[in-house]
């Protein structure tokens, strides 16, 4: 668990924006945006590691979770990876341009560990 830990930390160290869905009355958090890309076949949500992002979402206050639509699924591995990357990109470009002061924190576990963009 150490080492995961400390990978994720290093992956956030990495990026500092976030995006989701930034319409309507949007409001940057001042703690860290947590973006959660689940694992194959792990239903819509923040999957195993939304376990992870609630204990850094309880230590960073004013931070939020958002959890990574894509569609981890296995097989076909590939189309899914790819728009999951697709995805995350989008998210990071555009929640970095709608709060450029907020850091950004990307978790994934599995397949969403292989969404670097």
């Not at 500092?16 to 689940?38: D, E, K, M």
């Not at 894509?70 to 990071?92: D, F, H, M, W």
């Amino acid at each position: 668990m150490l080492f995961i830990l400390r990978y994720l930390i290093l992956f956030a160290t990495l990026v500092a924006a976030q995006g989701c869905n930034l319409a309507g009355n949007f409001t940057c958090p001042s703690g860290a945006h947590i973006v959660v890309a689940r694992g194959s076949l792990e239903p819509q949500g923040s999957g195993l590691m939304g376990a992870v992002a609630q204990q850094i979402n309880a230590r960073i206050p004013n931070s939020d979770i958002s959890p990574l639509k894509y569609p981890a699924i296995y097989e076909p591995y590939k189309p899914s990876q790819t728009e999951g990357v697709r995805n995350l990109a989008k998210v990071v470009r555009d929640y970095a341009a709608r709060c450029p002061e907020t850091k950004m924190i990307l978790l994934g576990y599995s397949q969403g560990k292989s969404l670097e963009p």
